[in-house]
């Protein structure tokens, strides 16, 4: 079974500093792995998604992860933070249900605080 | 382009009362439909999906259960709530399709409080 690990469920920046956020992922098959961001009290929004064309992926404001096989990991990563980029963040691999159907797992989610 | 809706956006209901959550996507046809709940500090967790009308898997077994009267519409009910059903749900959809390759998309969100 696929499985999400998220490192840390806090991390804390500085405005203009390097972010990273860690995910490993556990999957018996290629996975496809995705990277949400979901603000207080709505939805959760893509930021970005690796379908095995590039091991770097580009995503909307800024991010970007890596996907490394041998370490099986996907962190995600922002040159420099913004004061907007405060939100929860929630790594996810795609799996097939009970139906055979894509499902995805879910980590536990890393809230990013940024301060001034 | 697509769009998804939720709602209530709040509710709050006592314990033993029933419950229907609705959802309905916009400029898609026969999207497969998720329900999620979230819990604070733990992550999604995937309540049921649907790949067409009529047609729902649960991945969780508890005292809700799910419909799908009509193509772009999924309802989340409960005969009678839980102290511990209380949470954030979420619904989501994606394109129709096995691949696995193929993101969701998520509403608004639904916070329920039973008291």
């Known amino acids: 079974a696929q499985s999400v690990t998220q490192l840390g469920s806090h991390v804390s920046v500085s405005e203009g500093a390097l972010v990273l956020l860690r995910c490993n992922y556990s999957?018996?098959?290629?996975?496809?792995l995705f990277w949400y961001v979901q603000y207080p009290n709505q939805g959760l929004q893509l930021l970005l998604k690796?379908?095995?064309?590039?091991?770097l992926v580009k995503g909307i404001n800024g991010f970007e992860a890596e996907f490394k096989k041998s370490e099986t990991s996907f962190h995600l990563t922002k040159p420099s933070a913004h004061m907007s980029d405060a939100a929860e963040y929630f790594c996810?691999?795609?799996?097939?249900?009970?139906?055979?159907?894509?499902?995805?797992?879910f980590g536990k989610g890393t809230m990013l605080l940024v301060s001034p | 382009s697509q769009t998804i809706h939720q709602w209530p956006a709040t509710l709050v209901q006592p314990v033993g009362s029933p419950l229907s959550l609705e959802c309905t996507v916009e400029?898609?046809?026969?999207?497969?439909l998720y329900w999620y709940r979230q819990a604070a500090g733990r992550g999604l967790q995937l309540l049921f999906y649907?790949?067409?009308?009529?047609?729902i898997s649960s991945e969780v077994p508890q005292n809700l259960s799910a419909s799908r009267p009509q193509d772009r519409q999924f309802i989340l009910s409960s005969k009678k709530l839980l102290l511990s059903d209380s949470g954030f749900y979420l619904c989501?959809?994606?394109?129709?399709?096995?691949?696995?390759?193929?993101?969701?998309?998520f509403g608004p969100g639904t916070r329920l409080t039973v008291t």
């Open positions: 400029g898609t046809s026969n999207p497969n």
């Open positions: 996810a691999v795609s799996s097939s249900g009970n139906s055979g159907y894509s499902t995805l797992t």
């Open positions: 649907s790949v067409g009308i009529g047609q």
């Open positions: 690796y379908t095995s064309a590039a091991t």
């Open positions: 999957s018996s098959v290629p996975p496809y």
């Open positions: 989501a959809w994606s394109v129709w399709g096995r691949a696995l390759s193929y993101e969701q998309y």
